[in-house]
């Protein structure tokens, strides 16, 4: 079924759950975090290159908090990042990673290398934002809130990923296993995680995956919904009327479809969407229609679901084109359905060691794991690969995400970079101080 949509993709937005539940007890619904974790951590917390480290993130916030601003008045919209890149780029150099580079599809990749005996891990932040060409993406601050356009997703991502790598080139630290650092591209709508499904392709040796993505400190994505998105064209000879009545018409045909359409039951666990969110079509009122098309959306936290409800769907259109030719007796109708995005659905178990690590990190900054839940992030990807991946949210307050009145500010900011640190070490392994806590996938 899939393999008949292949064309040019496009995407959705982050799939925003409540970020936090508020639900008291939901630590008692979560497995307790791994006791190899919490150890782990504790003595890579304790270990003084990394404290010093730590202390210098948290002295450094102010600092971390213009580069913030720096990196979001470089617009970056869909496809066009490029300025931003290189710009994060320079920065990612200056931090350490002299030989950090920009890939075939924009991303900006930098290796951290470790021993060579260890996992590679990903540690991430997506450099595009959801907003066109022309947006004004200036920082202004109105009673203690400073709003900007990508202010939170992800110029807070962007700026924790770079401060991490600063304070780690600081550190000398060596790491067992590789730390890769990626200003990705291409994450938001439009972008189709083309940024990450080029990164995943060119690199086969990747064993984790961590995405920095918005603000909501305490947040853990295990789980990602995924997305298919089409455009349906229906066609038709047109014409009068009156005078040319007894021809079908394409914009009949397509309400037909959207009528099936709305009758279908997807389940509700795992929770699966539809809906028809554009149409557009015909040219006159006086005219049967030669042209009509639609955009769906479907989405689910299931791939298996993903695929049969949208089965159901691509079947609704058939049917509806039958009988609008049917009511005509005519064959001129048809329907053109065409792939525009397409995010992998995917899962990375609650009980998986970076889920562990990532908990285990938080409390060792002194924070709570706040919500474990589904969104659509760079993180799909990997997991839809059987890849670990997470998606943490860096600290700081934040709302209005996607919107022209999106928020940032910068209370206890430092934490972020803080969690990014000792995820990364905790996953990575520090050199004769403890082992990795993400495996080494065998290679294929
Ligand atoms: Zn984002």
């Known amino acids: 079924m899939h393999s008949l949509f292949r064309a040019a993709c496009f995407c959705l937005v982050l799939a925003t759950q409540p970020l936090f539940p508020g639900r008291a007890d939901a630590q008692e619904k979560w497995p307790p975090i791994a006791g190899a974790a ?3 951590l504790a003595r890579v917390a304790k270990h003084p290159p990394v404290a010093k480290a730590l202390e210098g993130i948290k002295a450094d916030s102010v600092r971390m908090f213009e580069e913030q601003v720096r990196l979001n008045e470089i617009p970056a919209p869909p496809f066009r990042e490029q300025t931003r890149a290189e710009y994060y780029l320079k920065k990612l150099r200056e931090a350490g990673l002299r030989d950090a580079r920009i890939d075939t599809e924009g991303n900006v990749i930098g290796v951290r290398r470790g021993t060579g005996r260890g996992p590679r891990v990903v540690i991430s932040a997506h450099l595009d934002t959801v907003f066109p060409e022309g947006t004004d993406v200036k920082v202004r601050e109105k009673a203690g809130r400073f709003y900007a356009p990508g202010i939170s997703d992800d110029a807070a991502g962007l700026a924790s990923l770079l401060t991490m790598v600063e304070h780690l080139t600081k550190s000398g630290l060596r790491t067992v296993g590789d730390i890769i650092v990626v200003g990705t591209v291409g994450e ?18 990747i064993d984790g995956f961590i995405s920095l993505d918005g603000v909501g400190f305490g947040r853990i ?5 995924g997305s298919h998105r089409f455009s349906v064209e229906f066609k038709g000879p047109g014409g009068h009327s009156f005078a040319a009545f007894g021809l079908p018409s394409a914009i009949h045909a397509m309400g037909r479809a959207i009528a099936k359409i709305g009758e279908l039951k997807p389940p509700a666990d795992p929770k699966t969407t539809f809906t028809v969110g554009t149409v557009r079509g015909g040219t006159s009122v006086n005219a049967i229609a030669g042209d009509a098309t639609m955009a769906i959306d479907i989405r689910s936290n299931s791939q298996e679901e993903l695929l049969k409800f949208e089965e159901k769907v691509v079947a609704a259109i058939r049917e509806a084109v039958e009988e609008e030719n049917r009511r005509w007796g005519s064959k001129a109708i048809s329907a053109d359905i065409k792939l525009i ?11 998986s060691p970076i889920v562990h690590t990532a908990r285990a990190a938080l409390r060792t900054v002194g924070a709570d794991t706040r919500a474990i839940t589904a969104a659509s992030t760079d993180s799909n990807l990997p997991m839809s690969l059987g890849i670990p991946a997470i998606t943490l949210s860096s600290a700081g307050q934040g709302g209005g995400s996607h919107s022209l009145g999106e928020w940032y500010t910068p209370t206890n900011n430092w934490l972020g970079p803080q969690l990014a640190l000792l995820v990364s070490l905790g996953l990575a392994g520090v050199e004769g101080l403890t082992e990795p806590l993400l495996e080494k996938r065998t290679k294929k």
């Open 38 to 40: 919490e150890q782990n």
């Open 221 to 225: 994505v295990n789980h990602a919904t």
């Open 188 to 205: 938001e709508e439009l972008g189709d995680l083309r940024g990450v499904k080029a990164l995943f392709r060119d690199d086969k040796d």
């Open 341 to 351: 995005g397409d995010r992998p659905a995917g899962l990375t178990p609650i009980d």
